[in-house]
Nanobody, 126 residues
Framework: QVQLEESGGGLVQPGGSLRLSCAAS????????MGWFRQAPGKEREFVAG????????RYADSVKGRFTISRDNAENTAYLQMNSLKLEDTAVYYC???????????????????WGQGTQVTVSS
């Protein structure tokens, strides 16, 4: 069974940057759309960014548009989330997810994803 593992989280000051990585073990992720979600304490897990397979079409939550960039390297079986101009409200556990489907669409609903990583903590604080 393929597994996803996030890395790259940590503590950053407001205005700083981080790059999150999502590496797949076992089966690769090249045939699937991918997404990043985040969950702050006491809040629902929310969509952050999504990317389709092959053509790498993208979609972003309004709260991160212009600051975050999702990308993928199918040859490396890895998805990325570049986070710039970080704000206090970006503090959350960030999860990588693989969509249920192999066709070339972007997905943003939690119900469209069936494989999740364990999460990586991002803390934005001065």
């Amino acid at each position: 069974q393929v597994q996803l593992e996030e890395s790259g989280g940590g503590l950053v000051q407001p205005g700083g940057s981080l790059r999150l990585s999502c590496a797949a073990s076992g089966r690769g992720v090249s045939n699937y759309a991918m997404g990043w979600f985040r969950q702050a304490p006491g809040k629902e897990r929310e969509f952050v960014a999504g990317i389709s397979r092959i053509t790498s079409d993208t979609r972003y939550a309004d709260s991160v548009k212009g600051r975050f960039t999702i990308s993928r390297d199918n040859a490396e079986n890895t998805a990325y989330l570049q986070m710039n101009s970080l704000k206090l409200e970006d503090t959350a556990v960030y999860y990588c997810a693989r969509a249920k489907y192999t066709y070339g669409l972007v997905f943003s609903d939690r119900s469209d994803f069936d494989l999740w990583g364990q999460g990586t903590q991002v803390t934005v604080s001065s």
